[in-house]
């Protein structure tokens, strides 16, 4: 069964601080990842997409992928009240379906 | 911005009714996806279509669960005959239509919320 692994928190931090979420995968050959930000009651919606190891940044925005150890990272820097929500690590199968994690709650407390 | 819609955003029906859940995925997507989330709990994959014809269905996607693109717009998921487990929102999802590095994005609607009493 592959498994997309988060800790579900909650994960508080003060405003203006960095948040860093993480996630593991247990399918070694995936190849595309994704963060996607929920808020309670509200669909999925895309944050950041990568593919190839190291950092990819948009804006406040850091993804970080380590294929070797399996492991997709966000970064959130000058964290905002605006940005408590759930954080969902997705990682695409070999068939193109999105294997969610349970999701990781960030709390930013003003 | 082109965005995926869904129908209705909320559905209340009893035990054992056929509920049918509408979507219009972004316009110029080639494949199309039911996910489902029970409250607190994981968002799971249930069915993936591509060039009008199933590609991946999981194993909740049971005899019970059809999915239909009647027209080149809508995307349908009908449940026979529902159950309580069947309490869930649903999301329709549509990807590969983008820029290159981008086709595999999924974008999701804003989801149905299935109640079933």
């Known amino acids: 069964q592959k498994e997309v692994e988060q800790n579900s928190g909650p994960l508080s931090v003060p405003e203006g601080a960095i948040a860093s979420l993480n996630c593991t995968y247990s399918?070694?050959?995936?190849?595309?990842f994704f963060w996607y930000r929920q808020y309670s009651g509200k669909s999925p919606e895309l944050i950041m997409f990568?593919?190839?190891?190291g950092d990819k940044e948009d804006g406040r925005f850091t993804a970080q992928l380590n294929k070797a150890s399996q492991y997709v990272s966000l970064l959130i820097r000058d964290s905002q009240p605006s940005d408590s929500a759930t954080y969902l690590c997705?990682?695409?199968?070999?068939?193109?379906?999105?294997?969610f994690g349970q999701g990781t709650t960030l709390q930013v407390k003003p | 911005e082109p965005e995926v819609t869904q129908t209705p955003s909320h559905q209340v029906t009893q035990m054992g009714q056929e509920v049918i859940l509408r979507c219009v995925p972004i316009?110029?997507?080639?494949?199309f996806y039911w996910y489902r989330q029970i409250l607190g709990q994981k968002v799971e994959f249930l069915v993936s279509?591509?060039?009008?014809?199933?590609?991946?269905k999981s194993e909740i996607f049971d005899d019970q669960f059809s999915v239909e693109r009647p027209d080149g717009s809508n995307f349908t998921l009908k449940i026979r005959s529902t159950k309580l487990e069947d309490s869930a929102m649903y999301f329709c999802?549509?990807?590969?239509?983008?820029?290159?590095?981008?086709?595999?994005?999924?974008?999701f609607g804003p989801g149905t919320r299935l109640t079933v009493l």
């Open positions: 999802a549509s990807s590969g239509g983008g820029p290159a590095g981008e086709q595999d994005t999924q974008y």
């Open positions: 399918d070694r050959g995936s190849q595309s």
């Open positions: 990568i593919y190839s190891n």
């Open positions: 997705a990682v695409m199968s070999n068939t193109g379906k999105l294997i």
């Open positions: 316009s110029n997507h080639l494949y």
């Open positions: 279509f591509y060039n009008n014809e199933i590609s991946e």
